[in-house]
């Protein structure tokens, strides 16, 4: 029952991610610290957030390019991370890990998700067309009605099952998993963040930009390394 | 004498509103033109005195047209004004309209990337993930989820209200608005803060991987260079996220069985 009701705030969540409002609200730092609340894991969901955040910064959705959906990626990582709680002790780096390319498969997938979707509005553009050429008025609020729940069908789908199968095969493996194993991920973390700032440093081409940049992160070593404790 | 077809205030508030609905029919053929239609809706019942009247104004509309969300509201006030000039006006051209649409579509889909997908958003995202960062307490974290999206979104119903304002106001000349000059103080407002952002939570992490392990801030580092290099390389998107990720297991694995 919580993941398909996690799944559903996530699909409307997403809405925000182009269809309706883009306030923002779709981004993994705020989806998924909602969807933790919505969990009763608040701290959890804000820190899958955090570490997803910058990996899809620099993906711009300029026209009609086909960007991942790292959003719907991230939404659906947490609800599955929210499933795996009660292995967070002995396997948590690890538990972070499946995470992580769990999140990245969807991401996949969501794209092409809304790539089908985007093409299935096509109908809807062609009934309007055909009603007005035939002389009757449609009603628009409709037809966006219509597409709009067909995105959270869509979506809400897409991250039920996945969520599904993905807790499946983790509850499989996890006790197969010796506990020292977990060790064996304790950089991933770090990666993690270090490949966000990376990617988006990508956004800060300008000599200028890149300087400031670069001297704020010195100064901010220092200051932490040798006056902030 | 037919009595003069004026839009009120009542019509631009719903246009407002229905412009946040303006993607939600995304499609591959029209792009954007059933959302900017459904938002212009209430210009239309203002303005058309027939069945016939109404379904030209639609089909008008509902032909290829993008932009930036935001901006698209600077298109529709401009629209409103048009359609308003145009229904007062026995014999004006409608070809004027589409062909003032299509000029419209490059220059606000440029200075929105520019302005929000570039600066804005990005700038707000840094600022409130470096203050989620340095914070220690929940609460506290979560007030700066608060203060990213009073960040992001006042100027984003900013440019939707007053673009619609302004696009009424101009008209045809609504090109004199459409300059990125125009917005080259909020672009780069945002866009140091974002870069200033983004280094603040660099030489933290550093210095917070530097604490932990001697082997962690090397990989940060090491992290940060792979993604770059391979983003820039060939525009990759999973690649640079995996092999690092990889990169880490792998020598997680080697560190604790050598």
């Known amino acids: 029952m919580e993941i398909l009701t996690l799944s559903l705030i996530g699909a409307v969540l997403a809405l925000d991610t182009t269809a309706v409002f883009q306030g923002l609200i779709s981004q993994p730092l705020i989806a998924c610290t909602l969807l933790g609340w919505a969990g009763n894991e608040v701290a959890l969901g804000l820190q899958i957030g955090f570490l997803m955040q910058l990996l899809w910064m620099s993906n711009m959705p300029v026209g009609a390019v086909h960007i991942p959906e790292g959003n719907v990626g991230a939404m659906a990582s947490v609800i599955l991370a929210i499933q795996m709680k009660p292995f967070f002790n002995t396997h948590y780096d690890v538990i972070v890990l499946c995470v992580i390319l769990f999140s990245l498969v969807l991401s996949f997938a969501g794209g092409q998700s809304v790539q089908i979707i985007r093409n299935c509005n096509i109908s809807l553009l062609t009934m309007t067309l055909k009603r007005l050429e035939d002389g009757k008025t449609f009603s628009l609020g409709l037809v966006n009605l219509l597409a709009i729940l067909f995105y959270v069908s869509f979506i809400f789908a897409l991250i039920v099952l996945s969520v599904w199968i993905g807790r499946f095969i983790l509850l499989s493996v996890i006790n197969r998993i010796p506990v020292e194993w977990n060790t064996y991920a304790q950089y991933v973390e770090t990666a993690l963040l270090g490949v966000g700032v990376g990617l988006t440093l990508h956004l800060y081409k300008e000599k200028k930009q890149r300087m400031a940049l670069l001297l704020v992160a010195l100064a901010a070593f220092i200051i932490f390394s040798f006056f902030v404790r | ?258």
Request: proline share 4%; net charge positive; charged share 15%.
């Open chain 2, 1 to 258: 004498m037919k009595e003069k077809r004026q839009l009120r205030t009542i019509d631009f508030i719903s246009v407002f509103f229905r412009t946040f609905f303006i993607q939600a029919v995304w499609n591959f053929k029209s792009l954007i033109s059933i959302g900017l239609c459904f938002a212009i809706i209430p210009v239309a019942k203002r303005l058309c005195r027939t069945k016939e009247e109404y379904i030209c104004f639609l089909k008008r509309h509902l032909c290829f047209f993008n932009s930036h969300p935001y901006f698209a509201s600077y298109a529709l006030g401009s629209i409103a004004k048009i359609e308003e000039e145009y229904a007062n006006t026995p014999g004006a051209d409608v070809q004027q309209i589409e062909k003032f649409k299509n000029a419209l579509i490059g220059p606000l889909g440029a200075i929105g990337d520019q302005c929000f997908w570039a600066a804005v958003k990005p700038a707000s995202l840094l600022i409130g993930f470096s203050a989620i960062a340095l914070v220690p307490e929940l609460k506290q974290k979560l007030l700066f989820l608060v203060v990213l999206l009073i960040l992001y979104n006042v100027p984003h119903l900013y440019i939707r209200a007053v673009g619609l304002w302004k696009g009424y106001s101009s008209g045809y000349n609504i090109y004199r608005h459409l300059k990125i000059e125009k917005f080259a103080l909020i672009k780069n407002i945002y866009q140091y803060s974002g870069a200033v952002a983004l280094g603040l939570f660099a030489g933290y992490a550093l210095n917070l991987a530097s604490n932990t392990d001697y082997l962690k801030p090397v990989f940060f580092l090491g992290s940060v260079i792979t993604a770059y290099w391979l983003k820039r390389r060939n525009q990759a998107v999973y690649l640079p996220i995996l092999i690092p990720v990889m990169l880490a297991v792998l020598f997680g694995v080697l560190v604790i069985n050598l």
